[in-house]
């Protein structure tokens, strides 16, 4: 039996929402945007039937048609809001990143399904590439022994038409900078990898070139493990002339892992002292090469929520993975802001306490 599934925002990233919902057989009974024109055009791309109903109201879809699964990719800043009347509404969740902009909301959103026995999972799809899914095996295995320290990189250009498409990106109150939009997905990896518990964050955030914007295009960053490993972040949307890469590299006492590629879908470095596998053919054998950054991972990420609803346990990527990689960003941010480093756990902060920060 295939679950009634809705979608809320119909902008740049739905379409791997909406194929991987169709790949997974799922009866997509309503779109809803505020343009009604995108959602005509998502139902032409996937060839949608006409039992697909059109919403401008979220609120009005989901007292209509009682999905069972939704996906919200609208505007960052009502990830929040939305998640938690759909909540209330009794739909299981996918959001996309971030899982809100203030940690108070996410807590809310954790904390209500809980409640209610709702499904949420933060769409972090590239835990499931499949050099993403090697590595974390190998940790899982305690392949590495102890690990000393990771570092994210994430080189990307956007330029000024990219903000112009969407007015809301790159603005305190609805994104925040590329930490928080482009950034996120590696920043998620390099602290689950390394133990997720973190103890220090030191940040510096900058806005170089991108003075159309309210928020930061650079950001760097030391983070400091609970288990004694540390962390290097450095995201930026300024390399010149395309997207560079999104790398990720794992240190420990007896490995050494990089993943690399457009969006980490490459496994480049594989030496562990146990020999346990052959480098060359795990190199082969994990490599994808997705045609964008979003690579493959809706897919099987909806594949999982299906079978977590179905099954009534909790997803591989939960509601608290999309609080944990929140926080980091907005520790980087709250260091950077007050010039001292901050310590975790943090209790509440929002992008909108950042507010103003790079006003000339």
Known sequence: MSLKYAIIGCGRISPNHIAAALENKLDIVALCDIEESKMNEAIEIHELTMATKKYVDYKEMLSNEKPELVAICTESGKHGQIALDSIEAGANLIIEKPIALSLEE???????????????????????????????????ANRFGKLMHGTAHIRWNRGEDYYTQAPWRGTWEQDGGALMNQCIHNIDLLRWMMGDEITEVVGMTDNLIHGFIEAEDLGMALVKFSNGSYGIIEGTTNIYPKNLEETLYI????????????SVNLIEEWQFEDNLDDPEEVKEKYHENPPNVYGFGHNPLYADVIDAVKNDREPYVKAVDGRNALELVLA?????????????????????????????
Not at 338 to 351: F, H, I
């Open 106 to 140: 996410a807590d809310m959103i954790i904390e209500k399904a809980n409640e209610k026995n709702i499904k949420v999972s933060a769409c972090h799809q590239n835990r499931f590439n499949k050099s993403v899914l090697k590595i974390r095996e190998a940790v899982e």
């Open 251 to 262: 240190f420990g006492e007896k490995g050494t892992v990089k993943a690399g590629g457009k």
């Open 332 to 360: 980087i941010y709250k260091s950077a802001a007050e010039g001292k480093s901050a310590k975790l756990p943090l209790d509440k902060c929002s992008t909108l306490d950042f507010k103003g920060r790079f006003d000339k």
